[in-house]
Nanobody
Framework: QVQLVESGGGLVQAGGSLRLSCSASANAFRDYAVGWFRQAPGKEQEFVSIIGSTGRNTVYVDSVKGRFIISRDNVKNTAYLQMNSLKPEDTALYYC?????????????????WGRGTQVTVSS
């Protein structure tokens, strides 16, 4: 079992920045690919960004490209999502997910472990 805990969410004005963290309980975190997903009220869950287990391969949804940066520190068992130039449409509950594979996936159904989420609210 892997436990994931997100942190770093909050209320920020448009144009501001937040850094989300996803701390994992797994000692072999380096063997897990990680994804960040979000869900806004009344909307379906959306893929935001993914990173492979080695950190070399990253993918972003078009709406966050150039603004968000995903990274990971396998020594600290933590993944990050740096969010810059935030927009009101980024408002959502953000989740991190992990799967014991090298490659990450945009499909949330491919992840075995999920955190409870951290709320991000961007005011206009």
């Amino acid at each position: 079992q892997v436990q994931l805990v997100e942190s770093g969410g909050g209320l920020v004005q448009a144009g501001g920045s937040l850094r989300l963290s996803c701390s994992a309980s797994a000692n072999a975190f380096r063997d897990y690919a990680v994804g960040w997903f979000r869900q806004a009220p009344g909307k379906e869950q959306e893929f935001v960004s993914i990173i492979g287990s080695t950190g070399r391969n990253t993918v972003y949804v078009d709406s966050v490209k150039g603004r968000f940066i995903i990274s990971r520190d396998n020594v600290k068992n933590t993944a990050y999502l740096q969010m810059n130039s935030l927009k009101p449409e980024d408002t959502a509950l953000y989740y991190c997910a992990a799967r014991p594979k090298v490659w990450a996936s945009r499909d949330p159904g491919m992840y075995e472990y999920w955190g409870r989420g951290t709320q991000v609210t961007v005011s206009s």
